[in-house]
């Protein structure tokens, strides 16, 4: 049986690793982006309830004016 010649991929052993590497890095990448868009999620909400709060007049009641 002949060895397998991978060339300027490298080892099995090597490509294993990149393999494996990339696949951390995607499962990272994902936990991160779902995290992300969780929070992206909340400030759509606040900014929208910010904006209600301020186009229906609250603001002023909201916010301890002195007088």
């Known amino acids: 049986m002949l ?3 991978l ?10 690793f990149g393999l494996v590497a990339l696949a951390v890095v995607l499962f990272v ?4 982006l779902s995290l992300a868009w969780r929070l992206v999620l909340i400030a759509a909400v606040a900014v929208t309830v910010l904006w209600l709060v301020g186009a229906i007049s609250l603001g ?6 002195p007088y």
């Open 29 to 32: 990448g994902r936990i991160l």
């Open 7 to 16: 060339g300027p991929l490298g080892s099995p052993p090597t490509l294993l």
């Open 3 to 5: 060895p397998v010649q």
């Open 60 to 65: 002023d009641v909201l916010v301890a004016a």
